[in-house]
DNA sequence: ATAATTCTTGATCAAACGGTCAAGGGCAGC
DNA sequence: GCTGCCCTTGACCGTTTGATCAAGAATTAT
């Protein structure tokens, strides 16, 4: 038998160690370049290592860019799952909108690599949303309507709710950019954690009689 | 004097019709794929011709992009621009929003090419950003600022509200695939146009006393 | 009509890039 | 310390891609 390509069979720590470079490194390239701007080179180099070196752990440029989304994907829904139909309305809202914010300014460049992904047709998720997502979305959406229909929250559609919590948060991660630009200043996080509380909640209290 | 690349000196009607040919294809290509990942061969084929006679117009791949950007970059602010200080905040706010989703629904491909720009640090729209528009949102953001001083609107960040409307409009342009992923249909965009000025202004109406 | 200019393209080039190969170095188990 | 597998890499290959060139076709001006 010929000695083709040998791949290895257990997992070492070398092995655990490396692809954590990888995809650490990989994460910083495919997001401010996207899967087709980011080069299997530069990754090797913010990794430390040869490229070829690179390719015994991941053999194709696309395995480190879907290993990078799977890797992340669950962290992404997190806060919605957290979302608890037994809380009260504005508090559980108001925990999830700012779980977001925190996680566009954590961790902006996940948000990149998802927004890209998204904005370019989805090609390697679109099993994990109209799968997972979609099935947590409805869960949850189902929440915020019977927290609708006790009269504890006021009347909107949950699914465009959560769409705009999901935009207006990601915004500050993934157009931050064009946000400091507008500013004339770095954005601070607090105020705009702040803001987009009001923004978002605000209209959604029960008016009292 | 040796021939040195001669390029046409008068604008003719073959140039005009030629240059929007591949403008509009340019659109497709690169809205799709991005800059990088765009290719001369794809927006020449789809402009139905030849890769040295597109080059023949614009010199570099880079010099369609940068038209394309500017061709459109105008129309992007013109509804902000419309704001009227004399008008009655919640009616202006809500023409804004509906212009905004309007023109998401009807040119989502410029709406893709902007967010792809500003997703990877805008290198060629940044003077864009830090001058028209910073501009433009200053002077808005201060008829807003107005208007909740004379009572007319409940107290808000202008600049965070501005954002948190580019936001949630746009989203429905960038992130369709997600939309209707999750919604499990396409979605319609009169109920979104409608849950999106709820959420968005529900919140802002000053309180009858 | 004819000259000048614009328009068009097949062929080609050089660089960039994803991926392979063969060979050597290093580490664990015996 | 020897054996066998894991790890690492310089050199290389085929393709893709942005861009050029030279030469001919079409259009415009006189």
Redesign the interface.
Known sequence: MPHTKAKPVVNTRIQARNKELILEAALDVFS??????ATVDQIAAKAEMSKPNLLYYFRRKEDIYVALLEHTLSDWLEPLRELDPAGDPLTELARYISAKMQMSEANPKAS?LF??E?????PMI?KF??GP??QL?AEKSQVIQSWIAAGKL?P??P???I??I???T???A??S???D????RREDPK??QK??L???????QVKQP
């Open positions: 401010a370049s996207g899967f087709r701007g990149r927004a890209n998204i904005l370019h047709g989805a679109e949303l109209k997502l979609r979305v006021a909107v559609d699914y465009h709710l769409f705009a999901w935009a207006v990601q915004h500050y993934d157009f950019v064009q946000v630009a507008v500013l004339g105020a705009a803001a987009v009001e923004i978002l909640l605000r209209g959604l």
